[in-house]
C-alpha cells in the first residue's frame, strides 16, 4: 500500500542517519573532508562537491570555486531541494574538472 507521505518526498533528497537519499533512488553516505572520495552535485549548471567537515556539511566548485558551509542536516537537505540538485556521482580522485 502506497502511503502518501511516501508520495509526497518522492523525488526530494531525504537523510536518514548518515546516508542521504537521493531523488533518483540512489543511496549514499557523505564522506568526511579527508577521505579521497567527494560526492558530486549540480546545481543549474555548475558542479558542487560535498563532504562533511567538522559536524557541518560543506559544498564547494561552481563556477568560481566558492565555498558554501551549510549546518546540520535539515539545512543540507533544505539548501539541496530548493536549488533543485542533481546527483551526478562519487568522484574518487583528488582533480575533478568544472
Known sequence: MIKLKDLLS???????????????GAVTSIPKRNEREKLILQIKNHKYQ???DGG????????YGAREFIGKEKDLIKF??????KYIGVDRWLIWKI
Not at 539541496?80 to 540538485?85: E, I, R
Open 50 to 52: 560535498l563532504h562533511t
Open 56 to 63: 557541518q556539511y560543506m559544498m564547494w566548485g561552481g563556477r
Open 10 to 24: 518522492e523525488g526530494k533528497f531525504q537523510m536518514k542517519g548518515k546516508y542521504l537519499y537521493m531523488p533518483g
Open 80 to 85: 539541496l531541494n530548493k536549488n533543485k540538485a
